[in-house]
């Protein structure tokens, strides 16, 4: 039986290399138009809506928001395209599924950019302390308005960074507001923090270039960065000044200057 196929939009641009966009927890293939934009004619552009996002709770089997599920529907869509290798770029949930794609199919890309993301918890404790913050946010997609839920999601520290003065926030949250929170609560259930498989002991086996970026004002996953790029043999860390978790909301034109600097080495 043929297996569903994501919503994407693919700009091919004659025999330029491919980049690969994975969104965030929330997010949709849109939040990635100003990176698209700067990047410019020089590559070919993939996004993708990610299982929970932009669709109905029963558009997809509940088999494909796992990792494992979502990543067969990823080697189907690269293969639709007819692309055989790819950059892959990835923030947050998509930088954590982003690493998933690398550690398990490896020969399908060039180099990632993995943005404000962790290779996945690494104790009992931290993994039972995030299932019952997971559970509790599932809650509440199933009993509150979406609009409580985004406003309590962004009042996380997390996000404190964030301008919310200016249309572009505005912007971003009308995006927000189109999302189903029953397919949001399961993209939770199985793609959340709390599930995902540890990668901290394959990062060494990583062998593509690698770049972690990260906020100066998110000093959590700042450190991450750091601590994921000393572990593989081709990676780096850039920490964006002034920028928190998003930083390519924060900081667009930095985050995109360290993009594409890293995009036009030759990998």
Not at 2 to 15: E, K, S, W
Not at 24 to 49: A, K, P, Q, R, Y
Not at 99 to 124: N, P, Q, W
Not at 138 to 161: C, G, M, V
Request: net charge negative.
């Amino acid at each position: 039986m043929l297996r569903p196929v994501l919503n994407h939009t693919f700009a091919p641009n004659g025999r330029a290399p491919t980049v690969f966009y994975l969104h965030g927890f929330l997010g949709c293939s849109d939040d990635w138009s100003e990176t698209i934009t700067c990047l410019g004619n020089g590559f070919s552009h993939l996004t993708v809506d990610l299982p929970g996002h932009w669709t109905p709770a029963d558009s997809l089997p509940p088999e494909y928001y796992s990792m494992p599920g979502c990543a067969r529907l990823i080697i189907d869509l690269l293969d639709n395209c007819g692309i055989e290798r790819c950059h892959l770029v990835g923030y947050s949930m998509g930088g954590r599924f982003a690493l998933y794609l690398l550690t398990h199919c490896s020969d399908r890309f060039l180099s990632a950019v993995i943005e404000s993301a962790s290779a996945g918890l690494k104790t009992e404790a931290e993994r039972t302390d995030r299932e019952q913050q997971d559970k509790l946010w599932i809650k509440r997609l199933h009993e509150r308005p979406l609009d409580e839920f985004l406003s309590d999601w962004y009042a996380q520290p997390l996000f404190n960074t964030i301008d919310r003065t200016g249309a572009r926030f505005e912007q971003m949250m009308r995006r927000r507001r189109q999302h189903n929170p029953e397919a949001l609560a399961l993209s939770l259930q199985y793609m959340g923090a709390s599930v995902m498989p540890s990668l901290w002991d394959s990062l060494p086996a990583l062998t593509m270039p690698l770049i972690f970026v990260a906020g100066e004002r998110d000093e959590r996953f700042s450190a991450l960065a750091h601590e994921m790029a000393s572990l593989c043999s081709c990676a780096q860390a850039a920490i964006i000044a002034s920028a928190g978790h998003n930083t390519h909301f924060d900081r667009p034109d930095e985050y995109c200057s360290v993009v594409k600097q890293f995009l036009s080495e030759d990998h």
